[in-house]
């Protein structure tokens, strides 16, 4: 990738604009249409089970079992697959920190700290800086992918992909004119996504999820993950999703495993402000648990831990989730941080205009392993996306559009971007060419994967 440095002289806004319309002459628009196989492209089920080795073994049939499921699950799951097929596409030489898997799933609601619903990206596993472009790609054969699995038309899912690829460079143009502060700043409120929809039902949907993320809290959680015993909240049991620490086969050293939690506990509080500590250090350590959470993740290692404040009846549940090295370093050049985990937090402070209090993250004293912290229910939501309709994906790219712009805007230089990107069709055209050849090799690497599972040479299972 050629990367540009724009900090060799100051440039005017004009000057910064002329030079990102330049760039379309050395990498044309029209070229980010541009997919096809690389030579010797590596198996992408091979990429899949590499990442398998150092999971939780008894996990990593659920991995499978989960991406399984259809094209769109598994390209959830496929974030190094695409990394390397990104590897060699195009790109203008304008970086900014990306998400590095910014497919549609990865977007969600969530209370800002001053308790109002925000929305935002919501998965920053892979983050580093790099091509804003591939996040754009990544965004655009995920809804393809969506549209498929939700029986649209070719002509439907093109038109949302184009509509996210259009939101996103117009929020670029718009983002161009503003100041450093101001979009800095600048947020959606979950609310206002109400107005993105173009119906009555959708907008019934949409207001129907802000309502019950605002009752996911703390509170929710202790009455759906925790049992009553002796007068005293434990974690329940739901082996192999929920497996609290007392029900972890001896194999795994119990003892070991919740010296090391409370160990990175107390280093975490480290990694968040004086007054957050503050308040953290009046909760106490009540129980830890293994859980499941979402598709990609499966089989990492993901704890929660139940927290006690004032009484019983006052609970905080924290998400203690591990950190590996971005799939994008194979690739790009290697984080700033050693810890894997605060790539994760620092990248996330960066895209996100407000961030979880508790964010903080933390290396385990033993072996090593980095792991990021944050709350685990808090008024968190995210759409349903394989049961929706044409009006809902058509809102749903544009909000993604519209956030994924700002998102890049905080960190890169929205007027050179914004250059380049021009205002016409063109770069709307291209990406959505793009996303559909790209999910027909989505689908095919699916297909394949579920070929080695039906054959018996991959264990999938939800449950053993």
């Not at 194979?330 to 960066?350: D, M, T």
């Not at 790219?397 to 016409?424: E, K, M, N, Q, V």
């Amino acid at each position: 990738m050629g990367e540009t440095s724009m900090s060799d002289k100051p440039r005017t806004p004009k000057e910064r604009y002329e030079y990102g319309r330049a760039l379309r002459e050395q990498v044309p628009l029209e070229s980010h249409a541009e997919w096809a196989p690389a030579s010797g492209r590596a198996d992408p089920v091979a990429l899949i089970e590499e990442q398998n080795k150092d999971r939780v073994s008894w996990l990593v049939p659920v991995r499978r079992v989960r991406m399984a499921i259809s094209p769109f699950t598994f390209y959830r799951g496929s974030a190094r697959i695409m990394a390397a097929d990104l590897a060699d596409t195009p790109v203008s030489g304008l970086t900014t920190q990306i998400c590095g898997d910014a497919h549609l799933a990865n977007f969600g609601a969530y209370a800002s700290p001053e308790r109002r619903l925000v929305f935002d990206l919501n998965d920053f596993d892979e983050t580093l800086p790099g091509p804003w472009e591939w996040d754009v790609k990544r965004l655009a054969a995920s809804f393809i992918l969506a549209g498929r699995h939700n029986d649209l038309s070719k002509k439907e899912s093109r038109k949302i992909t184009q509509i996210a690829a259009r939101t996103y460079r117009q929020a670029m143009t718009e983002l161009a004119t503003l100041g450093l502060t101001d979009i800095w700043y600048s947020l959606v409120e979950a609310e206002k996504l109400l107005k993105l929809a173009t119906s009555g039902k959708a907008r019934k949907a949409a207001s129907k999820g802000v309502r019950k993320a605002m009752r996911k809290d703390s509170r929710q959680a202790l009455e759906k993950l925790a049992e009553e015993v002796d007068g005293k909240y434990r974690i329940r049991s739901e082996h192999p999703l929920l497996v609290p620490l007392r029900d972890v086969p001896e194999e795994y050293d119990r003892d070991k495993m919740h010296e090391m939690l409370v160990h990175a506990f107390e280093r975490y509080d480290a990694s968040i402000p004086d007054h957050l500590g503050h308040l953290l250090r009046k909760f106490k350590l009540v129980d830890f648990a293994l859980k499941v959470v979402g598709v990609g993740s499966v089989g990492t290692r993901c704890y929660i831990v139940l927290l006690e404040g004032r009484d019983r009846n006052d609970p905080l549940f924290l998400q203690i989730k591990q950190a590996n090295k971005s799939v994008l370093e194979e690739h790009l050049s290697p984080s700033q941080y050693e810890n894997s985990a605060r790539r994760v937090v620092e990248g996330q402070r960066l895209m996100q205009t407000v961030s979880d209090i508790f964010l903080g993250y933390t290396e385990a004293r033993v072996s090593g392993n980095h792991y990021y912290w944050r709350q685990l229910k808090d008024w968190k939501a995210s759409a349903d996306v394989e049961n929706t309709s044409f009006e809902n994906l058509s809102a749903y790219a544009r909000s993604r559009g519209w956030t994924l712009a700002r998102a890049h805007a905080r960190a890169g230089d929205p007027i050179t971007i914004a250059g380049y990107l021009g205002t016409d069709k063109t770069f709307d055209r291209a990406i959505a060419e793009f996303a559909e050849q790209y999910a027909d090799q989505a689908e095919h690497d699916y297909a394949a994967f579920v070929a080695q599972i039906k054959s018996g040479q991959l264990e999938a299972a939800e449950y053993q």
